[in-house]
């Protein structure tokens, strides 16, 4: 690593003779695999960016020129560069480095990009920014191919397209690849013309065959039919320069491309294309695979995991595939996430009942609706966080009209590695609130079957949100039995405190009442809640505690305490849930501990609010 420990930011990078650079390029990539292969992270992609990376950095005056990556995870070449190479062993882990760009880890990262889709908007308001106040510097969009499918880029082209004096460069990285493998029209569109192989045979044939009167012609027609066809006719009816598509990978294209690119006003679009893995023949051949894998060995690769506990995620793919056998009239829907949600196997057993979209959340759920309207059954497999994009949707589109959407919602609560970006905290507040909507949440494998099956069934939008990962290693049976619609479960009997906990922290909460002696109830159900159940715990308990892996504010605990003030009935009450703060990256364990949601922290919340397992009042900000 001669030249790469030499680069401490992209100053040094820009001192480097031009002729250093596919060296440093590399060293770079085998730092990154290696790096990687010990933390776990994102691979295939990173490895693919190495070279834009190293061009950026070396044409433009970054920081005081805006980069905005899209998406982030594609970033780990540019912390490298840009002072964070001593701290790559701690990506992603508790008090380490983030995983995506942030803005409070370096002056480098001008804008979070954990979701996608956002950067041309971002830099377009940077770009706009620096004119306004008389600044001269350059704003960098570089968007993935797949974060192309979003309606949200198009809407910022269309806005850019009309200022034609903003530093502006938008960098489509073209690699055939987003997470699962790209959707959809617009990415035909762009691999018909991959690397402009197909005019370069047309051309070559024709001077072989064509005397020269007929090669001039055929020429005209040639730039003719490439006009109707070529990338650039779409992206300069926005208004931009298209320029491309260049190779990724050549650095020699690059410089020069960007440097004349950097002298040019108004809005430029530089096609890239690169290929996920670049430099690592195993990622090359498995993009998808190594996407976003744990710690491996690089010499031999991602080995089968042993067999373990089945995931939440594998227990809705495989209810999904079951469902699908029992009624035709299911359909399966992701916004690009088919590794991810769990729905590999009912693609390839359903493939004319499955639909990837694309990174397009709100077209998701409104397709869906449509769906619906017609007397199908779908299903839209979606990660918490990304249901946020699709907020309007799911409230004016399903709800609104009490259309019958199953939404089953991977990733609730925190999600470890990936951060405050992708951790889904928010859900419980945000669907309670809505007319019309089920809300659940399981608290083991089991139940989340039982519960996905009660929501297919229910006639209207039903959600159940579930967590990353491995479960308690319940037994899942096999047959398609609903819960009854609103009924909670006592799980243990006890006195003088009962404790309300929904989903995921049912298991904690029993751990904590073993302590102290407690009551407590698998809620089941946010909404309806079960009344009758929380009316009969106050009348029988001296005080009520409520847990639950969602935001406090407006949650699962609120929809208790509203219960109580409905039903005039004053109870001390303790709401335990995740704070009002955003929660970074770490161990999942770790970060539940750390916000009291293990059994020792409920325990010891109680024991603090209440004393020794005796309730009495404290008068403070908790509602009692």
Known sequence: MNLLNLIDSPADLRALPRTQLKPLADELRAYLLDSVSKTGGHLSSNLGTVELTIALHYVF??????????????????????????????????????????????????????????????????????????????????????????????????????????????????????????????????????????????????????????????????????????????????????????????????????????????????????????????????????????KFNPAEGIKPAAAGKQTYTQVFGDWLCDMAEKDRRLVGITPAMREGSGMVEFERRFPGRYFDVGIAEQHAVTFAAGLACEDMKPVVAIYSTFLQRAYDQLIHDVALQNLDVTFALDRAGLVGADGATHAGNYDLAYLRCIPNMVVMAPSDENECRQMLTTAFQYNGPAAVRYPRGAGIGAKVEKDLQPLPLGKGLVRREGKGIAILAFGTMVAPSLGAAEELGATVADMRFVKPLDTELVKRLAESHEALVTVEEGAVMGGAGSAVAEALADAGIVKPILHLGLPDRFIDHGDAAQLLAACGLDAKGIAAAIRKRFGKGEPRLVVNNVNH
Request: aromatic share 8%; charged share 20%.
């Open 61 to 294: 005056n970054t920081p005081e020129d805006r980069i905005v990556w899209d998406v982030g995870h594609q970033t780990y070449p540019h912390k490298i560069l840009t002072g964070r190479r001593d701290r790559m062993p701690t990506l992603r882990q508790l008090n380490g480095i983030s995983g995506f760009p942030r803005r409070v880890e370096s002056e480098f990262d001008t804008f979070g990009t954990a979701h996608s889709s956002t950067s041309i908007s971002a830099a377009l308001g940077m770009a706009l920014a620096a004119r306004t106040k008389g600044e001269k510097r350059h704003a960098i969009a570089v968007i993935g191919d797949g974060a192309m499918t979003a309606g949200m880029a198009f809407e910022a082209l269309n806005n850019a397209g009309v200022y034609n004096d903003v530093n502006l460069l938008v960098i489509l990285n073209d690699n055939d690849m987003s997470i699962s493998p790209p959707v959809g029209a617009l990415n035909r569109y762009l691999a018909r013309l991959m690397s402009g192989k197909f005019y370069a045979a047309a051309r070559n044939v024709g001077k072989t065959v064509l005397p020269a009167p007929m090669l001039e012609l055929a020429k005209r027609i040639e730039e003719h039919a490439k006009g109707m066809v070529v990338p650039a006719t779409l992206f300069e009816e926005f208004g931009f320069n298209y320029i491309g598509p260049i190779d990724g990978h050549d650095l020699e294209s690059l410089i020069p491309t960007l440097q004349n690119l950097k002298d040019l006003k108004g809005p430029q679009f530089l096609h890239v294309v690169t290929k996920k893995g670049q430099g690592y023949k195993l990622a090359e051949a498995d993009p998808v695979l190594y996407h976003g894998p744990g």
